[in-house]
């Protein structure tokens, strides 16, 4: 579990089929983060929790499922790529982010990268309707591993506005259009939708206890 509040970045040193249907995956890291994670720890690479296999002071390696390059976009980086880093998140510090199991959902696509009426940075990003449905307006989302406040939806997209500290010290600042992003919905979200979803006859008595429950 992580809170999607990246720690540092890395950039992509190789990406190579090891068999098995697995490919091995090097990341190298300038400030001697890598130098704390240890074998088996778990780390978000652009939004995805991979396990760590090989780790020194500046450069570590995970194993990664041909699912996971399907589903995400790290198959389609390059070497020197940025990418975002933050390790599992342990129970003894605040929750300053939200609550990212690091299982990316799936992509979008860069629609626009600037600024909005107020000067605030923006990104939109296209996406399926039912990555759409798992959104509210000022909820979380993931993306790239980066937990933000969702600004506006509309249909086929959504926005996020994000500050001068995250756009300068994550992979966002080389966002460009047309590029393509992790997204990870909120996981509570998630389990709303399940439950109101598991039958159409029973939706409305579970919606009633929901809000009987304070979910109001």
Avoid at 47 to 64: H, I, K, M, P
Avoid at 127 to 146: H, N, P, T
Avoid at 158 to 184: A, C, D, K, Y
Wanted: hydrophobic share 40%; proline share 0%.
């Amino acid at each position: 579990m992580f809170t999607g509040l990246i720690e540092t970045t890395g950039t992509l040193q190789s990406l190579r089929d090891s068999g098995n249907g697995l490919s091995r995956l090097t990341v190298a890291v300038s400030d001697g983060w890598a130098a704390e994670l240890g074998i088996g720890d778990s780390v978000a690479v652009q939004g995805a929790c991979l396990t760590v296999v090989d780790a020194s002071e500046n450069v570590f390696s995970v194993d990664v499922l041909k699912e996971t390059l399907s589903r995400t976009c790290l198959g389609q980086k390059g070497r020197g790529a940025l990418l975002n880093l933050e390790r599992a998140m342990t129970l003894d510090r605040r929750l300053d982010g939200h609550l990212v199991t690091g299982h990316v959902d799936g992509q979008g696509r860069v629609l626009q990268v600037g600024h909005d009426t107020e000067g605030d940075r923006v990104v939109k990003i296209a996406c399926e309707q039912a990555l759409l449905a798992g959104m509210v307006l000022k909820g979380s989302v993931a993306l790239d591993g980066i937990s933000l406040t969702i600004s506006n939806l509309e249909r086929g997209s959504f926005q996020v506005s994000i500050i001068p500290h995250t756009w300068q010290h994550t992979s966002l600042h080389s966002l460009r259009v047309g590029h393509m992003v992790n997204i990870e919905t909120d996981v509570i979200g998630k389990y709303v939708q399940r439950y109101v979803s598991l039958g159409q006859g029973e939706s409305k008595l579970r919606l009633q206890q929901m809000i009987d429950a304070g979910f109001s």
